[in-house]
């Protein structure tokens, strides 16, 4: 995506040269060589609307310096919103509570919220040096309860066994008690999914994260989603307080707008984050 905004916008800095100013008249050609780069990368509609007339707003009047060429200016513009849109300054998961600080790990099926998991606790372990519970509340697919024992296995993270007949409430109330009683750090929860959004699934999460009053509630969404990934985000948001986003397989779609369009769509979270295939 940036690739092809950065070749696009060279074009632009060539189309204003001998400018003295940004005007609205002499920037629409060059916004619409960021539009269009922003589309092909795949970032929602209206999301590039939004940024389109923010840059306009920012650009328009805007005093060229000395050093600068007119398309240069324009591009810094575009730059700093691009920084704003993803989310500025780095921010770190906020663990700042009485242990256990529980992560529920929110998401449609086959968007990689086991595979994260796994991968944060190794982060957490390594990284933090925190002693980490992995809970699995994925009741419908065994084969992911399965995954999540054999992530802690292998990044040295403690598991909570699933007993069967047991609802997702209660095994996560029962794993709260075990990670008080056993003075975890962290408590992981990986929850169910479903291939598109339903209201059973948003009210059964919704159940749980108000049981385990997560300090951190990541929204997990494969990259390769696209378009689609407006829809996802905006229904996660609306049914939970989210704190962050995990980005995965991102290195498996050269667009990648679906970085931009979810960080822009579910509004405040803090934490960005990409997640590669292995």
Not at 74 to 100: A, C, F, W, Y
Not at 163 to 192: C, F, N, S, W
Not at 218 to 242: C, E, H, R, Y
Request: glycine share 8%; hydrophobic share 45%; net charge neutral.
């Amino acid at each position: 995506m940036f690739d092809n905004l950065t070749s696009r916008l060279s074009g632009v800095i060539k189309t204003l040269r001998g400018e003295a100013r940004l005007t609205e008249s002499n920037i629409q050609e060059a916004l619409r060589e960021v539009r269009v780069a922003l589309l092909e990368a795949d970032v929602a509609l209206p999301v590039v609307k939004d940024f389109i007339a923010r840059v306009k707003e920012k650009a328009v009047g805007h005093e060229v310096m000395s050093s600068l060429t007119p398309g240069q200016a324009l591009v810094g513009v575009v730059h700093q919103e691009l920084i704003t849109i993803m989310g500025g300054e780095k921010v770190d998961l906020n663990l700042s509570t009485v242990p256990p600080a529980v992560i529920l790990m929110a998401g449609l099926q086959g968007a990689g919220k086991t595979t994260s998991s796994g991968k944060l606790a190794k982060w957490l372990i390594e990284q933090k040096k925190k002693k980490v519970l992995l809970v699995s509340c994925d009741i419908y697919r065994p084969a992911a309860i399965h995954q999540l024992e054999i992530l802690a296995s292998q990044t040295g993270a403690d598991f909570f066994p699933v007993k069967d007949g047991q609802k997702p409430g209660e095994i996560g109330a029962a794993a709260l008690d075990y990670a008080r009683k056993h003075h975890h750090d962290v408590m992981i929860v990986d929850t169910a999914g479903r291939l598109g959004i339903d209201e059973a699934m948003m009210q059964k999460i919704s159940e749980l994260e108000a049981l385990l009053k997560p300090i951190e509630t990541l929204f997990v969404i494969d990259a390769m989603q696209g378009q689609d990934a407006v829809n996802t985000a905006k229904a996660f948001s609306d049914a939970l307080p989210l704190t962050g986003i995990i980005l995965t397989k991102l290195d498996g779609d050269a667009r990648g707008g679906a970085a931009l369009s979810v960080k822009h769509i579910t509004g405040n979270p803090s934490n960005l984050r990409v997640l590669r295939k292995n």
